[in-house]
């Protein structure tokens, strides 16, 4: 079955870094795009980044020129590097194939940023 093992989450200080790693099985991953998502308590899941198959990369607002994203077809794995790292950066993160029906996400890697 499809799943997501997403680790490399931390506490880390403002400014510090972090590498986010998601290895994910079941499918053939090599043709859906690839997604980081974050989520705090009370509010809806957020997409951070997402890299299509060629490895382009779209980013939302609050972390472009921060954060990157890529994915490596030979391990089945996506990556989110993270920079410069804020306390609103603060959540578990979450990745996912872009495209499942019904969405599937694994149990997440937590970040916390201490300011």
């Known amino acids: 079955q499809v799943q997501f093992v997403e680790s490399g989450g931390g506490l880390v200080q403002s400014g510090g870094s972090l590498r986010l790693s998601c290895v994910a099985t079941g499918f053939e991953f090599g043709r859906y795009e690839m997604a980081w998502y974050r989520q705090v308590p009370e509010k809806a899941r957020e997409m951070v980044a997402i890299?299509?198959?060629?490895?382009?990369?779209v980013y939302e607002k609050s972390v472009k020129g921060r954060f990157k994203i890529s994915r490596d077809d030979a391990s089945n794995t996506v990556y989110l590097q993270m920079n410069n790292l804020k306390p609103e950066d603060t959540a578990i993160y979450y990745c996912?194939?872009?495209?499942?029906?019904?969405?599937?996400w694994g149990q997440g890697t937590q970040v916390t940023v201490a300011s």
């Open positions: 996912t194939a872009d495209g499942l029906h019904p969405p599937i």
């Open positions: 890299v299509s198959i060629d490895g382009a990369a």
